[in-house]
């Protein structure tokens, strides 16, 4: 059950909040007229932005000298001066406006004189004087209603006040009764409660002894686990560290016996190589004397068989009697006969020789392919070894390389996101800004012919009520 003060501190609550808000929830909130001009403001910039108005002659002492009335003269002739070359001041002396337009601004400024001409005349701007004017006489109606219920709700509570006040003083007396009721229950309530909390205390410091030598026992079986781990694991790692250096020392070994394997191979083939060249000399030689004894041999068989047959064949012409060309003839055909054996001679010897050179250029390219393929192999052995010593260093650069890929690929797309984004709302903006430029003269402007027949109540009454649109300024709650 809520006491006294706690029923006076509610009503209190209700009254001032019933006094701050000042009107009923049950308000109707009026439609606005709506004033949609181009923002000048906005579009034109501020031909002269020094003081907007005549300067106001200043209260100066009737006491001053000749300097201060110079400068005071000279300030004001400044001012009037600048006004008069921003053409702010009209002919009788008033200021026209603080925004002249410039040519290009003419167009934007007579579209929104036009628009807001429109708009001030229309039928809508009929309808929303009727709705302001009857806004306001329902503001003032509600007003009324509001003042006289508070006046009476005022009165309620003083009433209510003043019978909570007699109560309140009769609640007191009961008040004192039952607080000493309450402090010997209380103190009986604490003897208890400290008998309570001692045997508590005496159990509490027996359990944690308990507990302190439960974790002790546990501590010591830990460290000693450990011990025992970190004994094993140096153990292992001696082990494996034997086993790599063994495995480090057998690797280099066999690289030793394989390089002085190749150093013997290229020496044997360097020494086959000389030799096979001697031999190639020394077969060259002998071919080029089998050719020319060849060469000789025939040359010499054909000059005697030529030689025989000059001989028989003076015998007959010395027996016939008579000379002739025929031994001239047979000479030349001797001659001819000779070079060609020899021309034939020499072209087999080229293509003996032609053909040793291939073989030998085989050799070579065979010997160069077994000398690449063991450094090869030389190589693979190397870079084999070298790639596992490397593995750990890649395994270990890969899962931070991979992460640092996909965050840049996660910052990549965010970004092409945010340039999508940004270049569709620009390509909005941009329609948006074309189509309010074309619609902003005649758009929402006036009533076409259905919405006229659907408002015809509405403007009837707004002519008899209020006659013409008129700027009507309304305060919204």
Request: proline share 2%; glycine share 2%.
């Amino acid at each position: 059950m809520p006491t006294v003060g706690e029923e006076i501190g509610k009503l209190l609550a209700i009254k001032a909040k019933e006094e701050a808000k000042g009107r009923s929830h049950h308000q109707r909130t009026p439609a606005v007229f709506r004033e949609t001009s181009l923002d000048t403001h906005k579009t034109m910039q501020a031909e002269y932005f020094g003081p907007s108005i005549v300067p106001e002659r200043k209260v100066l002492p009737t006491r001053l000298n000749s300097a201060s009335q110079r400068a005071t003269a000279r300030q004001n002739r400044a001012a009037l001066e600048a006004l008069n070359r921003t053409s702010q001041l009209t002919a009788s002396g008033e200021v026209r406006s603080v925004f002249v337009p410039t040519a290009e601004q003419m167009p934007v400024c007579a579209a929104a004189m036009e628009r807001r001409a429109n708009v001030a005349g229309s039928e809508w701007a009929l309808i929303d004087t009727l709705d302001v004017t009857l806004y306001l006489n329902e503001k003032e109606a509600q007003a009324r209603a509001i003042r006289e219920a508070q006046a009476r709700q005022k009165a309620v509570l003083d009433r209510q006040m003043s019978q909570l006040a007699q109560v309140k003083a009769a609640q007191e007396v009961l008040k004192v009764v039952e607080r000493e009721e309450v402090n010997t229950a209380l103190l009986l309530h604490q003897a208890q409660t400290r008998q309570r909390l001692d045997s508590q205390r005496v159990a509490a410091l027996q359990l944690k002894a308990e507990r302190e030598k439960m974790l002790s026992d546990v501590r010591a079986a830990k460290e000693a686990a450990v011990a025992a781990k970190r004994r094993e694991e140096q153990q292992q790692s001696a082990a494996v560290t034997a086993a790599l250096e063994t495995e480090r020392q057998m690797a280099y070994l066999a690289t030793l016996d394989a390089r002085e394997a190749a150093a013997r191979t290229m020496l044997e083939n360097e020494v086959m190589l000389a030799k096979r060249k001697m031999t190639e000399l020394e077969q060259k030689r002998q071919d080029a004397e089998t050719s020319k004894r060849m060469a000789e041999m025939m040359l010499a068989q054909e000059r005697a068989r030529d030689g025989q047959a000059e001989a028989i064949q003076a015998a007959v012409m010395a027996r016939a009697g008579r000379a002739g060309t025929k031994p001239m003839d047979d000479k030349r055909a001797l001659l001819e006969r000779e070079e060609r054996l020899i021309a034939e001679a020499a072209k087999e010897a080229e293509r003996r020789e032609a053909e040793r050179e291939q073989a030998e250029a085989e050799k070579r390219a065979r010997q160069k392919a077994e000398m690449l393929e063991v450094n090869e192999e030389l190589k693979r052995a190397k870079a084999l070894r070298e790639a596992e010593a490397r593995e750990a260093e890649r395994r270990a650069r890969a899962a931070a390389e991979a992460q640092s890929a996909a965050e840049k690929a996660d910052a990549q797309r965010a970004a092409q996101l945010s340039r999508q984004r940004i270049a569709l709302t620009k390509k909005i903006v941009a329609s948006q800004r074309d189509e309010a430029h074309i619609k902003s003269k005649y758009d929402d402007v006036f009533m076409t012919e259905r919405e006229r027949k659907m408002n015809k109540a509405l403007l009837d009454q707004a002519r008899t009520t209020v006659g013409d649109p008129k700027q009507l300024g309304a305060i919204i709650d």
